[in-house]
């Protein structure tokens, strides 16, 4: 694919307290605007309305706000999808992987992602808006922690968020990678991200130190962890 997409474990404006967030600034400064056009896409959440709320209030004053909604609630009603090609950057909300992708291929949501790129929005997002770019997760969509490959594939490999900041995250992960269930991929801790610029792997950062991600390949036998280095952002 072309084009920049950041991936969070966890952390950003969901995760701070009052909104305020170091990986959502570097977000920012990634666009190419000094008063970045910011979508929020809340899908994996139902279009939770707090969510929502907790976005423009992290965003108030310093990007021009909007939000994609697929599911009709008022305010926000029914949004045209296509307004995905105007906006300098795309965030993506958590909630269930597996509700997401099937939605946003219902509605033609995927296509537009891929082409939203290549004209040069950033995408980033965060837990499910982590996994859904991957060919493959670890989600939790189904209740229990499972293996899902059926990603968008815009990054190759799997994805793990919340990696270390959740029990059995981390073992799991492992364990799939290890039995082939899924394949190598990215594991990333609450309050770190990792940068792709073109599909390629190209740095990665964290708004709190001892925040971590990984490379986590097979081995002989066994699963492999490699630890990529990140900015510590200040």
Request: proline share 5%; aromatic share 8%; charged share 20%.
């Amino acid at each position: 694919m072309r084009g920049t997409i950041v991936t969070l474990g966890g952390g950003g404006f969901a995760m701070s307290e009052g909104g305020a967030s170091l990986i959502d600034d570097q977000i920012l400064a990634l666009s190419a605007s000094s008063r970045p056009k910011v979508c929020f896409v809340p899908t994996a959440s139902g279009d939770d309305g707090g969510y929502i709320r907790r976005f423009e209030d992290a965003f108030r004053g310093r990007a021009t706000t909007s939000v994609l909604s697929l599911f009709c609630r008022d305010p926000w009603g029914y949004t045209d999808p296509a307004m995905l090609l105007d906006q300098d950057v795309v965030y993506v909300g958590g909630g269930s992987t597996v509700n997401l992708l099937d939605l946003w291929r219902r509605h033609g949501v995927a296509e537009l992602m891929a082409q939203a790129a290549a004209q040069g929005t950033v995408l980033a997002g965060i837990s499910a808006g982590m996994n859904c770019w991957y060919e493959a997760s670890s989600t939790d969509s189904f209740g229990p922690l499972a293996p899902l490959n059926d990603g968008l594939g815009l990054l190759r490999g799997s994805a793990c968020p919340h990696y270390r900041g959740e029990p059995g995250r981390r073992e799991r992960y492992l364990g799939w990678v290890a039995d082939g269930s899924l394949p190598a991929g990215y594991a990333v801790d609450d309050y770190a991200a990792l940068l792709f610029r073109d599909g390629e792997l190209s740095g990665g950062f964290a708004e709190r130190p001892g925040s971590q991600a990984f490379r986590v390949e097979l081995g002989a036998g066994s699963a492999v962890e490699r630890e990529i280095p990140l900015q510590l952002l200040s």
